[in-house]
């Protein structure tokens, strides 16, 4: 009886370190380690404000693409928007970007009508690699 559960007590724990062992080897995926993230701290009414927070390994350059349903109509950006088109996508460039927090502002003729998205994209510092986030409120 003592020999069994002696080898059960075994398999539990060889199980266990084996799934541990398997859990530590695969990347992280998490967003506290992106380079980049945002944020609406306002997403409704005439004004719209996004927080974009660059961490310290920040990229080169990135690109940040505000998504509105057709019908809103977009009377200034802060700071000014590299491009407004008629559909309703605001996109600003950013280049030689620093670490810390930047306010992305855009102002409507009237209240929001619609739903709202932004993406971030950039190249991970390091790999290169082309990231993109969407955001929604």
């Known amino acids: 009886m003592v020999q069994i559960i002696s080898q059960r007590m075994r398999y539990i724990l060889l199980l266990g370190i084996t799934v541990c062992v398997i859990f530590l ?3 992280s995926t998490g967003r ?13 009414g005439t004004e719209i404000v996004f927080i974009l927070t660059i961490g310290s390994s920040a990229p080169a350059g990135l690109i940040v693409e505000q998504h509105l349903e057709p019908g809103n109509s977009i009377t200034s950006t802060s700071p000014g928007a590299r491009k407004i088109d008629n559909n309703g996508i605001v996109k600003w460039l950013f280049r ?7 306010t992305l502002t855009t102002r409507l ?10 993406t971030i994209r950039y190249r991970t510092p390091g ?3 082309l990231t ?4 929604t409120p």
């Open 25 to 27: 080897s695969i990347p």
């Open 109 to 118: 003729a009237q209240p929001l009508k619609g739903k709202i998205r932004t």
């Open 96 to 102: 030689k970007t620093k670490p810390g927090r930047y």
């Open 132 to 135: 993109a986030q969407t955001i």
């Open 127 to 129: 790999s290169g690699i």
């Open 32 to 44: 506290c380690n992106d380079p980049v993230t945002g944020r609406y701290s306002v997403s409704s």
